[in-house]
């Protein structure tokens, strides 16, 4: 297992906090649950992401939770920005709110037209708190 770098990660935290985040902090993947939702999952795009992020979840150690108001998620796209250049590659943004980007999500049809502003929420991919 990867040493993990808790210096690189405290200074994304405070990066969170410069930007408004409240109750930010670092917590270890395995605190996070594994919901079963994708065997009723009825969208192929959003079966497909799930297991995808299912086979990529053991590559991820920490997490970085931070509490945000909806006009705010720009600011986890911020964090997670900071996160790369700081050499966490594999950081992912995930939020807990419905996405509304569009008046009428196209997922169920078509690939989001967002995908660089989009950030999938946690029960999209089938994670919640353990």
Do not use: W
Request: net charge negative.
């Amino acid at each position: 297992m990867r040493e993990i770098d808790l210096q690189g990660l405290e200074e994304l935290v405070r990066v969170a906090e410069e930007l408004g985040c409240d109750l930010v902090r670092i917590i270890n993947v395995n605190e996070i649950r594994l919901d079963d939702v994708s065997k009723n999952e009825t969208n192929p795009v959003l079966k497909q992401e799930r297991e995808v992020f299912r086979e990529a979840l053991p590559n991820y150690h920490v997490a970085i939770l931070v509490k945000i108001d909806k006009e705010q998620l720009r600011v986890v796209r911020k964090i997670e920005m900071e996160a790369h250049r700081k050499g966490y590659y594999f950081a992912l943004a995930l939020t807990n709110t419905k996405c509304d980007l569009c008046e009428q999500c196209q997922l169920p049809h078509d690939f989001c037209r967002y995908r660089d502003l989009y950030i999938p929420s946690m029960h999209s991919l089938g994670l919640g708190p353990a």
